[in-house]
């Protein structure tokens, strides 16, 4: 490597971290939603779908869980999500049966698939329950899986 190159990668990744660090640069698109609290905070399905979407969903043939039938450790439940509904803005991951039922919820931007795969903790056998948001109604669809080990305190 020459000296000069060097010498110009350094003065200008130097340059780079001190304008980054005065916030100087910044996104033109902020990337994270609000955080809902309230909603993570609940202490059952009814209100935590409140908090979210605010109401309970219809039942949809159109969303498809892919959940194991029998998880035998509840710290880490794979979980994917796949739906073919135009316009998905959001979906919902919560499990009926833990302390605090919601477990993920991931907003969608543009024209995205409606596809999101994940791991949850489940305390004991329960529903995971999944909502999507699609143009402007809220659908469900949901999947008992069994527990043998639990994940929440178990």
Same mark, same amino acid.
């Given at each position: 490597?020459?000296?000069r190159?060097?010498?110009?990668?350094?003065?200008?990744?130097?340059?780079l971290?001190?304008?980054?660090?005065?916030?100087?640069?910044?996104?033109?698109?902020?990337?994270?939603?609000?955080?809902?609290?309230?909603?993570?905070?609940?202490?059952d399905?009814?209100?935590?779908?409140?908090?979210?979407?605010?109401?309970?969903?219809?039942?949809?043939k &159109?969303? $498809?869980?892919? +959940?194991?039938?029998? *998880?035998? %450790?509840?710290?880490?439940?794979?979980? !994917? #999500?796949?739906t =073919?509904?135009? &316009?998905? $803005?959001?979906? +919902?991951?919560m499990? *009926?049966? %833990?302390?605090?039922?919601?477990?993920? !919820? #991931?907003?969608? =931007?543009?024209?995205?698939?409606?596809?999101?795969?994940?791991?949850?903790?489940?305390?004991?056998?329960?529903?995971?329950?999944?909502?999507?948001? =699609?143009?402007?109604?809220?659908?469900?669809?949901?999947?008992?899986?069994?527990?043998?080990?639990?994940?929440?305190?178990?």
């Amino acid at each position: 490597m020459k000296r000069r190159t060097f010498l110009k990668g350094t003065v200008a990744s130097s340059a780079l971290a001190v304008a980054a660090g005065a916030g100087l640069l910044r996104s033109g698109q902020v990337l994270a939603a609000e955080w809902p609290a309230s909603a993570f905070a609940a202490k059952d399905l009814a209100t935590a779908t409140k908090e979210v979407f605010g109401s309970d969903g219809k039942d949809s043939k &159109d969303i $498809k869980i892919k +959940a194991p039938l029998q *998880a035998e %450790n509840g710290a880490v439940v794979p979980i !994917k #999500v796949e739906t =073919s509904l135009a &316009d998905v $803005k959001s979906i +919902a991951i919560m499990v *009926a049966k %833990n302390p605090t039922p919601m477990a993920t !919820k #991931v907003d969608f =931007s543009g024209d995205s698939v409606g596809y999101y795969s994940t791991r949850v903790k489940m305390g004991t056998t329960s529903d995971v329950v999944v909502y999507v948001n =699609s143009g402007g109604k809220v659908l469900k669809a949901s999947a008992m899986v069994k527990v043998t080990v639990g994940g929440c305190g178990g």
